[in-house]
């Protein structure tokens, strides 16, 4: 991992933590942690996964297209480092992916066939109790975390997943229902978006998906609500130029 300073983490972890807010936006939150996490790790992607209220595994958020796609392999293969980390409840550490065809025989060679070399997981869990993962892809081989990296990712994603937890005030270990079922729902639009806003626009749907989150951001509005008026009003569409 790269070196970060004191204050970049405290940064990043006061952003994560901050979801207390009247606006709080469900889908950029989860973004934003993808972001913010390929960015501290120097990741070539990262990529984020939930369970549903029946405690299935759903892909919820990307640094990029490329990893969208690899997550919704590894979960309809039933296999891979994201599932590991979230049954277990433990990290999944510094697996070179050329290595890994025994032990995710359909997972390890798609995955370098979409070129990566290595990955990393953990558990966004608080204490036993485990909500999603977030998964962590290398495309060089030389940049395993070192003893004292994964403290810190880990400590991020278990961040999130208390805040997640607390912004619907989840009491008593219950997992997250309505607030996720919603999010999960809010994906098909957002395909949808992005779909379109790259076709109009002739550019790909990373760029589009880009678009849409600095349009929401520059104009105070949810993402949710932007990639809705891009489906029902086209006039929002071309103005994402």
């Known amino acids: 991992m790269t070196t970060v300073s004191a204050e970049r983490l405290a940064t ?8 207390l807010v009247d606006d709080f936006d469900l889908i950029e939150f989860l973004h934003m942690l993808t972001d913010r996490t390929a960015s501290l790790v120097g990741a070539a992607a990262v990529g984020l996964v939930l369970a549903d209220k029946d405690g299935r595994l759903e ?16 979960l309809q293969t039933n296999e891979g480092p994201c599932l590991e980390a979230f049954r277990t409840g433990q990290p999944v550490i510094n697996v070179n992916l050329g290595e890994a065809a025994t032990r995710w025989p359909r997972f390890a060679p ?22 999603g993962a977030l998964n962590v892809f290398g495309d060089t081989l030389g940049g395993d975390f070192t003893a004292p990296d994964v403290p810190i990712v880990q400590a991020l994603a278990d961040v999130a997943a208390i805040a997640l937890l607390q912004e619907r005030a989840i009491h008593r270990g219950e997992v997250l229902t309505e607030q996720l079922q919603g999010a999960l729902n809010s994906r098909i ?15 790909d749907v990373d760029e589009a998906f880009t678009r849409i989150r600095n349009y929401a951001r520059n104009n105070n509005r949810k993402l949710t609500d932007v990639v809705h008026a891009i489906i029902t009003d086209r006039s929002t569409l071309y103005r994402l130029s």
């Not at 990043?12 to 979801?19: K, L, M, P, S, Y």
């Not at 798609?110 to 909500?131: D, E, K, Y």
């Open 12 to 19: 990043i972890f006061v952003e994560v933590a901050d979801t």
């Open 189 to 203: 639009v957002i395909e949808q978006a992005k779909g379109a806003v790259a076709q109009a626009h002739e550019i």
């Open 110 to 131: 798609h995955a370098t066939a979409s070129g990566f070399q290595s990955v990393h997981a953990f558990p966004m869990r608080l204490r036993h109790q485990s909500i």
């Open 59 to 74: 892909f919820m958020a990307g640094s990029d297209e490329n990893v969208k796609l690899l997550e919704l392999f590894q």
